[in-house]
C-alpha cells in the first residue's frame, strides 16, 4: 500500500513529533462545505486551469493593489495611469479585441473600487494584499499537532469609529450577511486580524469592486465558537486523514461530486456537477 503523502498544509515540525497544521481562509471554507471536497482539492491537488474569468479576475486584483498601494505611499495614480502600468494577462495580450475587452474589463472594475472607496470613506487605508501568518500553537483537544492561520487580505483599512476592517474582494457574487456570518473563512480573517493588529472590533467584508456591492458582519460569540470548533474538527481530520463526505448544497457544483461514494448510484445530482 502507498503511504498517503503529507499535505503541503501539515508539516511536522523539524526535531519534534508534532504536526503542524496550517488553516487558510479558503482552507477553512471547502473543509466546512465537505471535508472530502477539501481532501480533493488541497491534498490531490489536482491540475488548477486559470480561465479566462479567473485571469480577469485576477487583472482586477492587482491593479486594485497597484491603486492602493499608490495612495497608502502618498502618490496617488488616476485609474488609466494604474492599468497602462499593470499589463493584461497573458491570454488577452493578442493586441486586438480580446485585449481591450480586458482592459475594458478592467477599468470597470478598478473605477468601481473607486467610487466604492470614496463613499466608504475610511478613517485609514492600512494595507492591501497583507499577508498574515501565526506562529504554530497548540490546541486543546488534538494532542500531537499545532495550528498555524494564514492567508492573504486583499483590503486593511480602518473606520472612522475605529472599526479594523478586512475586506474581500469579489469577482461577481458574495454571501449574504447571515451566511457571511457563518463562513468558515469569516472566522479565520478575524483571528488573523487580531493576532496581527491586536483589534477587537473587526469588521468582515466582501465586496465586488465593479459594482460596489458589499456585505460586512461583525461576528458575534457563536459564530467564533462555531469556526474554532470546526477548525479543531479539521486539524483532527487532517492528522487522522479521515476526510468524510458531507453532503450538501455545494454538491451540484463539485466537479468531484462524480466520484463521490456519497453519491453512488445518484446521476441524478452527479451529472449536475461538470
Not at 8 to 23: N, W, Y
Not at 103 to 109: E, F, L, N, S, Y
Request: hydrophobic share 40%; charged share 20%.
Amino acid at each position: 500500500m502507498t503511504a498517503t503523502p503529507t499535505p503541503t498544509h501539515a508539516r511536522p515540525r523539524a526535531g519534534h513529533d508534532t504536526l503542524v497544521v496550517t488553516i487558510t481562509p479558503s482552507h477553512a471554507q471547502a473543509y466546512g462545505q465537505c471535508p472530502l471536497y477539501f481532501s480533493a482539492v488541497y491534498q490531490a491537488r489536482p491540475p488548477h486551469l486559470a480561465t479566462r474569468a479567473i485571469q480577469r479576475g485576477r487583472h482586477v486584483h492587482s491593479l486594485i493593489e497597484r491603486y492602493t498601494r499608490a495612495l497608502i505611499e502618498g502618490h496617488p495614480l488616476g485609474v488609466d495611469a494604474v492599468i497602462a502600468r499593470v499589463p493584461v494577462p497573458p491570454a488577452f495580450r493578442d493586441g486586438g479585441d480580446d485585449e481591450q475587452e480586458a482592459i475594458d474589463h478592467a477599468r470597470v472594475g478598478l473605477r468601481g473600487y473607486e467610487t466604492w472607496l470614496e463613499e466608504r470613506r475610511f478613517a485609514t487605508i492600512v494595507a492591501a494584499e497583507q499577508y498574515f501568518r501565526t506562529p504554530p500553537r497548540p490546541v486543546a483537544g488534538v494532542d500531537g499537532a499545532a495550528l498555524v492561520f494564514s492567508g492573504r487580505v486583499d483590503l486593511v483599512a480602518l473606520t472612522r469609529d475605529n472599526t479594523l476592517a478586512l475586506v474581500d474582494f469579489k469577482s461577481s457574487s458574495i454571501l449574504t450577511p447571515e451566511a457571511l456570518h457563518r463562513a468558515p473563512s469569516s472566522f479565520v480573517y478575524r483571528h488573523l486580524g487580531m493576532w496581527a493588529y491586536g483589534h477587537d472590533d473587526i469588521e468582515i467584508s466582501q465586496v465586488v469592486p465593479a459594482t460596489g456591492h458589499e456585505v460586512s458582519v461583525r461576528l458575534e460569540p457563536g459564530h467564533v465558537e462555531a469556526g474554532a470548533a470546526l477548525c479543531r474538527s479539521m486539524m483532527a481530520s487532517i492528522k487522522e486523514q479521515s476526510f468524510p463526505a458531507r453532503p450538501g448544497a455545494y454538491c451540484a457544483y463539485c466537479d468531484h461530486a462524480a466520484r463521490c461514494p456519497a453519491f453512488a448510484g445518484r446521476g441524478d445530482i452527479a451529472s449536475t456537477a461538470f
